[in-house]
T-cell receptor, first 113, second 114 residues
Framework: ELKVEQNPLFLSMQEGKNYTIYCNYSTTSDRLYWYRQDPGKSLESLFVLLSNGAVKQEGRLMASLDTKARLSTLHITAAVHDLSATYFC?????????????FGQGTILTVHP | DVKVTQSSRYLVKRTGEKVFLECVQDMDHENMFWYRQDPGLGLRLIYF???????EKGDIPEGYSVSREKKERFSLILESASTNQTSMYLC?????????????FGEGSRLTVL
C-alpha cells in the first residue's frame, strides 16, 4: 500500500525567502502530482511529474522527482503572499496513469511580510 | 476546461439521516472519485468508479455507498449519517488513457452532521 508523507505540515515564510516542501512515498510510484488548494476552494493541479529526474517550473515554484529516493520536492523561490495556500503531493501505486492517487497530509504555507 | 460540479456546497444533517452528495462532470471522463478531506489527514479515497455501473472501494468505504448510473454523474450516499462523517467531500474525475492521469476536482461539499 502506497503511503505519502509531506513535511513540513505547516510552513510560515517571510516574503522573499526560499524554502522546500518534501514529499516522501513508500513504494514504487513513477509519477507524482502536486496540487494547490486555496482556503474554501478546490484542488488545482500544479505539476505532473512522469519520470525519474523530471523537473517542472511555473513562476516561483519548481517541482522535481527522484524515484530512486522516493522523494519529490516543491521548491519556492522568493516567496510572495499570493503563494499562501495548502499544497498537496500525491502518488500512484504502480505509477500508472489509471491507478488511484494517494495524497499526502498537505502543507499549509503562509507567506507574511 | 473540465468542469466538475458538486451540487451542494454546504449541508447540515442530523444523525441517522440519509445523505446524497451529487457530482457531475462535463468532459466525458470515464473515471470518477470521491475523497474526504480532514485537517492533518489530507485526502482519503472513499470510492471510485472506472466507468458506468462500475465501482471499487477506496481506503475508507465504511459507512458510504456510491452510484454511477450515467457516465457524467457519480453519487456518494451516506445511508445513516453519523457525526464522524462531518467532513469536506471532494469529487474528482479523470480521463482514462490520458498521459498525465491527473484528477480534476469539484469545489467540494462541506457536510456537518449534528
Amino acid at each position: 500500500e502506497l503511503k505519502v508523507e509531506q513535511n513540513p505540515l505547516f510552513l510560515s515564510m517571510q516574503e522573499g525567502k526560499n524554502y522546500t516542501i518534501y514529499c516522501n512515498y513508500s513504494t514504487t510510484s513513477d509519477r507524482l502530482y502536486w496540487y494547490r488548494q486555496d482556503p474554501g476552494k478546490s484542488l488545482e493541479s500544479l505539476f505532473v511529474l512522469l519520470s525519474n529526474g523530471a523537473v517542472k517550473q511555473e513562476g516561483r515554484l519548481m517541482a522535481s522527482l527522484d524515484t530512486k529516493a522516493r522523494l519529490s520536492t516543491l521548491h519556492i523561490t522568493a516567496a510572495v503572499h499570493d503563494l499562501s495556500a495548502t499544497y498537496f503531493c500525491a502518488g500512484v501505486a504502480g505509477g500508472t496513469s489509471y491507478g488511484k492517487l494517494t495524497f499526502g497530509q498537505g502543507t499549509i504555507l503562509t507567506v507574511h511580510p | 476546461d473540465v468542469k466538475v460540479t458538486q451540487s451542494s456546497r454546504y449541508l447540515v444533517k442530523r444523525t441517522g439521516e440519509k445523505v446524497f452528495l451529487e457530482c457531475v462532470q462535463d468532459m466525458d471522463h470515464e473515471n470518477m472519485f470521491w475523497y474526504r478531506q480532514d485537517p492533518g489527514l489530507g485526502l482519503r479515497l472513499i470510492y471510485f468508479s472506472y466507468d458506468v455501473k462500475m465501482k471499487e472501494k477506496g481506503d475508507i468505504p465504511e459507512g458510504y455507498s456510491v452510484s454511477r448510473e450515467k457516465k457524467e454523474r457519480f453519487s456518494l450516499i451516506l445511508e445513516s449519517a453519523s457525526t464522524n462523517q462531518t467532513s469536506m467531500y471532494l469529487c474528482a474525475s479523470r480521463l482514462t488513457g490520458g498521459i498525465s492521469g491527473e484528477l480534476f476536482f469539484g469545489e467540494g461539499s462541506r457536510l456537518t452532521v449534528l
